[in-house]
């Protein structure tokens, strides 16, 4: 499984949500200047599985714009890579084993379900892992200290 730039791309969005005032939204015209280099339909695509994954809030009007919809200490990074990638399933069971080894029966059989339970675990630690890992725990340890700045992204 190979994570998409566009999991960087939200989560340096969701960095700068958690920094901003909730009270005064982030315009698209300053995620688009701060991703610079990123096409503006692309961000729009990253910012829209934000808001319907309920990582992030659209508020429309002039002085629209995006805000976190939760609070970063209850944001993880299981929920971000599932927002942007989808369930995280890194061995795609395609019936290989089976029809490669078909002759020898059962244990075609036995050898792709043995399989399929290693990966599921791997899957499963590595999504207990992720699930561990807050938003505000990894700008904290980016930032050394344990609060989070606030910075109104729209006047910098």
């Known amino acids: 499984m190979k994570l998409t730039k566009g999991l960087e791309q939200a989560i340096c969005i969701l960095a700068m949500l958690s920094t901003q005032d909730n009270q005064i939204p982030i315009t698209s015209r300053v995620l688009n200047s701060r991703l610079n280099g990123t096409s503006h339909s692309y ?10 994954s309920g990582l992030a809030t659209s508020i429309p009007g002039s002085s629209g714009g995006f805000r976190l919809a939760k609070q970063p200490e209850k944001i993880n990074l299981l929920e971000i890579v599932e927002a942007l990638e ?3 399933v890194t061995y795609p069971n ?7 080894f078909s002759d020898l029966g059962e244990t075609a059989s036995n050898g792709e379900k043995m399989l399929t339970m290693v990966f599921e675990e791997a899957d499963n630690q590595y999504t207990s892992f992720l699930k561990q890992q807050t938003l505000d725990q990894l700008i904290w340890s980016t930032i050394g200290r344990t609060e989070l700045p606030a910075i109104d992204w729209n006047e910098k």
């Not at 961000?43 to 319907?52: A, D, E, G, T, Y």
């Not at 395609?94 to 490669?100: C, E, F, L």
């Open 86 to 88: 989808g369930e995280i």
């Open 94 to 100: 395609s019936g290989m084993i089976n029809q490669v």
């Open 43 to 52: 961000i729009r695509k990253i910012i829209r599985k934000l808001v319907v």
